[in-house]
């Protein structure tokens, strides 16, 4: 029962372009959830959050929208470089859980000059 | 500024030895984590220790034991590792439950078991 859903294994985009990253989730109760990016043989990094209050949140080339009807965010690189090209986790957790986060498969994101 | 630090980053075991995976963070946060990543799966939460003093089973903990040995330091234990076991392996910690924050993680260990 995967309740956080990546359906995207992998993603290719030019230079300069958009990217845009889904994720899904089932369970109704998750109020924050969080974009982690990894590069190989590299721990996982923090990209971006948003809570379930808030319905969009920027930070530079990096937006996350949240839809809490359709219980999907998305993840927005405006415009997406080649040093994004790396693997998107989605990740949701409840406020009194912390850091225990339920993880998406993953997207990989490839950047082409 | 190192935050969290795992050690070893590389192992391979036999089937039935055992081993523990270090880890250590120096941003005096009060809950750590161990997750494991399998081939075109998530990271999925093994053990974590919500303050010094506790820990608790999370998604996998089969075949895995922690000891929170202090606000620092979290270490996991395989007592008979099962080749199951092969994965990649990355500590966590983060300022606490109760707190919209993020996760920091360490670099991985990656964990043959033959």
């Known amino acids: 029962d995967q309740q956080v859903k990546q359906n995207s294994p992998s993603l290719s985009v030019q230079e300069g372009r958009i990217s845009i990253l889904n994720c899904d989730y089932t369970n109704s109760m998750f109020d924050y959830f969080l974009w982690y990016k990894k590069y190989p043989a590299e721990g996982p990094t923090f990209l971006i959050s948003i809570s379930s209050i808030k319905d969009k949140n920027e930070d530079g080339r990096f937006t996350v929208f949240l839809n809490k009807s359709a219980k999907h965010l998305s993840l927005h690189i405006v415009p997406s470089q080649p040093g994004d090209s790396a693997v998107y986790f989605c990740a949701a957790t409840l406020y009194n859980q912390g850091g225990k986060l339920i993880f998406g498969q993953g997207t990989e994101l490839s950047v082409k000059p | 500024n190192a935050g969290v630090t795992q050690t070893p980053k590389f192992q391979v075991l036999k089937t039935g030895q055992s081993m523990t995976l270090q880890c250590a963070q120096d941003m005096n946060h009060n809950s750590m984590y161990w997750y494991r990543q399998d081939p075109g799966m998530g990271l999925r939460l093994i053990y974590y220790?919500?303050?010094?003093?506790?820990?608790d089973k999370g998604e996998v903990p089969n075949g895995y034991n922690v000891s929170r040995l202090n606000k620092r330091e979290f270490s996991l234990r395989l007592e008979s590792a099962a080749p199951s076991q092969t994965s990649v392996y990355f500590c966590?910690?983060?300022?606490?439950?109760?707190?919209?924050?993020?996760?920091?993680f360490g670099q991985g260990t990656r964990l043959t078991v033959v």
């Open positions: 966590a910690s983060s300022e606490g439950q109760g707190l919209y924050t993020e996760a920091f």
């Open positions: 220790s919500a303050s010094e003093g506790t820990t």
